[in-house]
């Protein structure tokens, strides 16, 4: 059974570049079966699809972050990172790791995905 754990910095100050992780159990990230997707929801607001990176290492980014996004992997941790570039207060939300068995672009469906993780509060403020 897969399982998603998030960690990130929890605050932040406006312009700081943080990164998330998302530790994988059950599963390799290099497997071809699995699509590692970050998608965060600000508070009072819908999820937001920000990225996603296969099991051999290709990345996706939603047009409206990718200026500014990067998500990566550790296969030796078995973890994949999301950083996140000069982060304003609009970036604060809980951030979310999630599996699923095909690649899904740009889904904010919760039930498109298999697996989701507990997600991470991210507060952005000076």
């Known amino acids: 059974q897969v399982q998603l754990q998030e960690s990130g910095p929890g605050l932040l100050k406006p312009s700081q570049t943080p990164s998330l992780t998302c530790t994988v159990s059950?599963?390799?990230?290099?497997?071809?079966?699995?699509?590692w997707n970050w998608l965060r929801q600000p508070p009072g607001k819908g999820l937001e699809w920000m990225g996603v990176i296969s099991g051999s290492g290709s990345a996706w980014y939603s047009p409206s972050l990718k200026n500014r996004l990067s998500i990566s992997r550790d296969t030796s941790k078995n973890q994949v990172t999301l950083q996140l570039g000069s982060v304003t207060p609009e970036d604060a939300a809980v951030y979310y790791c999630?599996?699923?068995?095909?690649?899904?672009?740009?889904?904010?469906?919760?039930?498109?995905?298999?697996?989701w993780g507990q997600g991470t509060q991210v507060a952005v403020s000076s």
């Open positions: 059950g599963a390799s990230i290099r497997s071809e079966y699995y699509f």
């Open positions: 999630a599996a699923a068995k095909t690649f899904i672009m740009s889904a904010t469906d919760k039930e498109r995905y298999d697996t």
